[in-house]
């Protein structure tokens, strides 16, 4: 309801970056995949990068499956951890984590 809310207030424009349905925001090395209102998201930190041509990539990426609860300290809001290589490889991953835990 509270994304109808603000779609409506901002024209039915959406102010996120969206991938799979699902607000996308980066914060510096971080980003954040999910609905803060709902019950997980996905954290994804940077670690390191690489020149590819021109540009810099991201390399090695940790993904963080965690609660939103802000009753549960933030060492007990993750639920699953992993590393991968590639940015495309940590999105992939944790649309499923995301997907997988919102359905149950």
């Known amino acids: 309801m509270a994304a109808e809310k603000s779609e409506k207030k901002s024209g039915g424009k959406n ?6 349905g699902r607000p ?4 510096g ?15 994804i930190q940077i670690l390191t990068t690489k020149k590819v041509g021109d540009l810099t990539v991201a390399d090695k990426v940790q993904i963080q ?4 609860d802000p009753d549960l300290r ?4 993750i639920s699953k951890k992993t590393e991968k290589r590639g940015l ?3 999105m992939d991953f944790g649309s499923v984590w995301l997907e997988r835990s919102l359905e149950q």
């Open 15 to 20: 102010k996120f970056l969206m991938y799979k």
């Open 24 to 27: 996308l925001v980066r914060s």
């Open 29 to 43: 090395n971080v980003l954040y995949y999910g609905n803060m209102f709902e019950e997980f998201v996905v954290m």
């Open 65 to 68: 499956l965690m609660s939103t």
């Open 74 to 77: 933030m060492k007990d809001r």
């Open 88 to 90: 495309y490889n940590a």
